[in-house]
Structures are given as C-alpha cells and as structure tokens.
T-cell receptor, first 113, second 113 residues
C-alpha cells in the first residue's frame, strides 16, 4: 500500500530564508506527484505538478523536484515571505493512470516577519 | 472561472440526521472524487466516479453514498450521521488521464453533534 510521508510536520523560519520541504513515498510506481497549498480553513490550491517522466517543475519562487527511483520529492521555496505561511501537502497519483491520489499529512510552514 | 464548487460550506447535524453535499464542476472533467480531511489523518478518499452514472468505493466509504447523475455534479450523502463523520469534506475533479492533476473545491465543514 502506498504511503506518503512529509518531513518536517511543522517548520518556522524567518522571512527571507530559502527552505526545503520533503516528501517521500514507498512505491515508486507513481503516475505523477502534485504539491498543494492549504491556508487555514480553506481548500487546496495546486502549486506544482510533476509527471513521472519529469525531474522538476518551477513556478516563480517555487521549485519541485522528483526522484522517482528513490521515492522522494522536494519543494524548494526561495526567499520566503510571511504570505507563504500555510500547510503544504504532497500527493502522489498511485498505481498508474487508473490509481488514486494519496496524500501526505502535510508540513505546516510559518514564516516570521 | 468557478472550477469546483461545493455547497454548503458549513453544516451542523444532529446524530441520525441525513444530508447531501453537492459538488459541481464546470471544467468538463470526467473524474470526480470525495475526500475527508481529519486532524492527524490527512486526506482520505471516500468515493469516486470515473464518469456519469458510475461510482466506486475509496479508502473510507462506510456510512456514505454517492451519485453521479450528471457529468458536472457529484453528490455525497450521509443517511444517518454519526459524530465520527465530523470532518471537512473536499470534492475534486480531474481529466480522465489525470495528467493535468486534480482541482479541489473549498470544502464543507460538517459537525455532527
């Protein structure tokens, strides 16, 4: 059974720092991997989507990498801002194109001014 | 662009009452999903549908029923609500090959007392 783990569970950094959020998964047979952002009491906003054949995706200050063989993905946030404070969720689409989206429990990020 | 719309946003039920959560998407997506999010458990798949008139069980289907009578709508029903069903419910949709990722609604916060 696919399991997705996110480390750390919570992270507090001062504004301006570069930071890395980690995601690992137990079965490398994934179709793609998606990073989401969730603000308190709100829904999920898709940040980046990496197909299984890709190594990384970038959007503005965000860069996500994927190493499928080792079962790992990282989300890199450059020059963090207080507005980046949120919970970041990693999810893998498991078992090929007919599988299900399996979520990690998230990393709660707090960026202090 | 509405994307995925969930109604209602909040609801309080008494144990044993029934209710239906409505999800509507305007992206012509084939696949639709219902998830629940609980503290410490992450998001878990309740039921999903791969097309109009089809439904399938996810990881935690007990106590829920679903229907997909129209392609754009996916209904989640609770026939006899229990306190264990207190949760935040998210609907999502995707293109059939999932290469473009999932789009989530803003959620329904349900409390069963």
């Amino acid at each position: 059974k696919q399991e997705v783990t996110q480390i750390p569970a919570a992270l507090s950094v001062p504004e301006g720092e570069n930071l890395v959020l980690n995601c690992s998964f137990t079965d490398s047979a994934i179709y793609n991997l998606q990073w989401f952002r969730q603000d308190p009491g709100k829904g999920l906003t898709s940040l980046l989507l990496i197909q299984s054949s890709q190594r990384e995706q970038t959007s503005g200050r965000l860069n996500a990498s994927l190493d499928k063989s080792s079962g790992r993905s990282t989300l890199y946030i450059a020059a963090s801002q207080p507005g980046d404070s949120a919970t970041y969720l990693c999810a893998v689409l498991d078992g090929g194109s007919q599988g299900n989206l399996i979520f990690g429990k998230g990393t709660k990020l707090s960026v202090k001014p | 662009n509405a994307g995925v719309t969930q109604t209602p946003k909040f609801r309080v039920l008494k144990t044993g009452q029934s209710m239906t959560l409505l999800c509507a998407q305007d992206m012509n997506h084939e696949y639709m999903y219902w998830y629940r999010q609980d503290p410490g458990m992450g998001l878990r798949l309740i039921h999903y549908s791969v097309g109009e008139g089809t439904t399938a069980k996810g990881e935690v289907p007990d106590g829920y029923n679903v229907s997909r009578l129209k392609k754009q709508n996916f209904l989640l029903g609770l026939e006899s609500a229990a306190p264990s069903q207190t949760s935040v419910y998210f609907c999502a949709s995707s293109h059939y090959d999932r290469a473009y990722g999932y789009t989530f609604g803003s959620g329904t916060r349900l409390t069963v007392v």
